[in-house]
């Protein structure tokens, strides 16, 4: 059973930084990453990190958030830094299986963001 625990949200004021963790029990994740979702959009994929250690930035984070994992632990980060309202969101901690050409998807339950002006 694939469990993923994240913890790290919360409220901070405009320009401040947090930080996400994931823990993944289970088996080691070809790829991880964090998802978005913000009132009335869709969800989005914030940034991605495959167990090579190559990244995957949304255009709108570029420069200010960095995600990491720690195979060892089966966790993944996401720094946020210089955060903006705009980030105000859910956020998802996503990681992805691959057997056999077939993709296996796990989600975290969400943890809240908000960011203030």
């Known amino acids: 059973q694939v469990q993923l625990v994240e913890s790290g949200g919360g409220l901070v004021q405009a320009g401040g930084s947090l930080r996400l963790s994931c823990a993944v029990s289970?088996?080691?994740?070809?790829?991880m990453g964090w998802y978005r979702q913000a009132p009335g959009k869709q969800r989005e994929l914030v940034a991605a990190?495959?167990?090579?250690?190559?990244?995957n930035y949304a255009d709108s984070v570029k420069g200010r958030f960095t995600i990491s994992r720690d195979n060892a632990k089966n966790t993944v980060y996401l720094q946020m830094n210089s955060l903006k309202p705009e980030d105000t969101a859910i956020y998802y901690c996503?990681?992805?299986?691959?057997?056999?050409?077939?993709?296996?998807?796990?989600w975290g339950q969400g943890t809240q963001v908000t960011v203030s002006s």
């Open positions: 990190i495959t167990s090579g250690g190559s990244t």
């Open positions: 289970g088996t080691i994740f070809s790829v």
């Open positions: 996503n990681v992805v299986l691959k057997v056999l050409a077939v993709r296996y998807d796990y």
